[in-house]
């Protein structure tokens, strides 16, 4: 009998069981002593690192108690870590190939276009490159623990998987926090689209498009948000989106190919170029733009559970691949795109363009389609936790037209939500100032409790130098998440209500 085997569905390894949960009958067997299942269900805490353990009560007196426990060990640490090759292969699922896409596609987005921004915030090409190139590291050791902790019970979600070293409260945060999230990315898309449509009729039309009511972004977003997205955010299912998510990739490769272009052929006249931040502080205005651009953690565990070699080998080629495709895009486009423009570059570098050049007009177009076909799936995801939170809370007999009912009322008032805030939101880099600091909680926070826990539940006496130091990574992990995001929080909001970004 392992530890797993004695966990209920919905313990928390935090908190202790309710109390109409038949333990005996779930745990015990007719050899099993209660003294073993005590200690195997010894509750693993933070600050409270002992074991115990006791010897069976039918175990032969000849028997060694040591080479018991060890085995016991073993046992328990094949169960709550499986090996990569445990995971069967999932009949018809992603090839490695196709995963690395689906990272990639997972990744690339809005980020793309405020980063070069974020250089300059930050003190140049050389300061942020170098603050990008730390949070690599801890960026690719998440997705790798993420996806070691969804093997402990094959979790498809990242809720699930929170929810398997914390309970069902650390789903439900879980799923408040995916929800800010995604409600926050779905202001972005709406804002960018707002920001194609200025370029593209103030070139069409002329400087004074926005005194004609029609051609006004206020009108124009939400008209055709209304008739291109709302339609999609009421399917109960999200993957018939799949192809158009996939071309998105591609307009994403055309808009950084734009802007090297741009820097080489161009006629831009840059601003000053800064080789240094004016203050250390500004070091952390480049953290919530690569924390945002590089965040796929919310769906990495979906992506990972759909491999058709689902094992940490396979995963491992094909999440390394896709950072360093998304590393050369990021880092390319933020690079040349400040070179070119210097500290007059906007929020958004596609409005530093002449829209009446045609490649800069199909980048504009592009964008807008792309982040039509991207609102609805954020909006799915994030639809999906608040639901799992309102059925937790407020549905106790759950039907099929009761869903259907709750789908249709959280997609609507979602969708007016963020179109209120669109409209009133400058621009992307105001949300993605507070989005960036969410973010660092996948990347940092969520990771380091899994790994915590995971390292506890194998050797909660911390008996080994390698548990040690796999604890004071995954502490480290936490503490830096949660700096991270106070200080990244609170930066932004600061630069969002400051004199400069109200009148911009």
């Given at each position: ?20 949960y038949?333990y ?5 067997g007719?050899?099993?002593d209660?003294t073993e ?35 016991k ?34 990744a ?30 801890f ?22 998987v ?51 009511w ?9 008209a ?61 205005s ?13 769906s990495?565990?979906?992506i990972y ?27 390319g ?10 500290s ?8 530093n363009y ?24 954020l ?8 639901s ?26 979602w ?19 507070v ?9 940092f ?6 790994l915590?826990?995971?390292t506890?539940?194998?050797d ?5 130098i ?21 200080v ?17």
């Amino acid at each position: 009998m392992t530890i797993k085997d004695c966990i209920a569905p919905g313990d928390s390894i935090f908190c202790p069981r309710s109390h109409d949960y038949d333990y005996t009958d779930h745990c015990y067997g007719p050899d099993d002593d209660p003294t073993e299942f005590a200690n195997n269900l010894f509750p693993v805490s933070i600050m409270r690192q002992i074991c115990a353990h006791s010897s069976r009560s039918g175990a032969d007196d000849n028997e060694d108690p040591n080479e018991s426990i060890s085995e016991k060990s073993d046992d328990d640490q094949a169960v709550l870590v499986p090996a990569s090759t445990s995971c069967p292969d999932t009949e018809g699922g992603t090839s490695t190939l196709g995963t690395i896409f689906l990272i990639v596609n997972a990744a690339l987005g809005a980020g793309l276009l405020n980063l070069p921004k974020a250089f300059d915030q930050a003190g140049g090409v050389l300061t942020a490159v170098l603050v990008q190139a730390m949070l690599l590291v801890f960026i690719m050791l998440a997705l790798l623990i993420l996806a070691q902790t969804a093997n402990i019970d094959n979790s498809a979600t990242l809720q699930e998987v929170m929810h398997t070293v914390a309970g069902v409260w650390g789903r439900r945060a879980t799923s408040v926090i995916v929800t800010v999230y995604c409600f926050g990315s779905c202001i972005t898309f709406l804002i960018i689209i707002g920001d194609q449509f200025d370029r593209a009729f103030a070139s069409l039309v002329g400087s004074d498009y926005c005194h004609t009511w029609y051609y006004n972004r206020d009108f124009v977003m939400p008209a055709s948000s209304f008739l291109l997205i709302l339609p999609l955010c009421y399917t109960k299912k999200i993957d018939f989106l799949k192809y158009a998510s996939a071309f998105g990739v591609f307009i994403i490769i055309y808009v950084v190919a734009l802007i090297f272009v741009e820097y080489a052929t161009g006629d831009h006249v840059p601003g000053p170029i800064k080789t240094k931040p004016d203050d250390w502080v500004d070091v952390f205005s480049v953290i919530p733009v690569i924390c945002f651009g590089y965040q796929c953690h919310v769906s990495i565990i979906p992506i990972y559970s759909c491999m058709k070699h689902r094992n940490i080998k396979h995963f491992s080629v094909a999440s390394t691949s896709a950072i360093a495709i998304c590393v050369f895009t990021y880092t390319g486009a933020a690079t040349f795109g400040y070179l070119t423009f210097g500290s007059t570059v906007s929020e958004d570098i596609l409005t530093n363009y002449n829209a009446k050049k045609p490649s800069v007009m199909i980048a504009l177009v592009a964008m807008g389609l792309k982040t039509y076909a991207t609102y609805p799936i954020l909006l799915f995801c994030g639809r999906e936790g608040l639901s799992s939170i309102v059925k937790d809370f407020f549905v106790k007999d759950d039907t099929p037209s009761k869903e259907k009912s709750r789908r249709y009322t959280i997609a609507t008032i979602w969708f007016v939500a963020t179109i209120l805030l669109a409209i009133e939101i400058p621009n992307i880099g105001a949300v993605i100032h507070v989005l960036g600091s969410f973010a660092a909680i996948f990347i940092f926070v969520f990771p380091g409790v899994c790994l915590l826990q995971t390292t506890l539940l194998k050797d909660c006496k911390l008996s080994t130098i390698k548990s040690r130091l796999t604890i004071i990574l995954a502490l480290s992990f936490v503490v830096l998440g949660f700096f991270l995001f106070g200080v990244v929080l609170t930066q932004g909001i600061k630069t969002d209500l400051s004199p400069a970004s109200t009148e911009s």
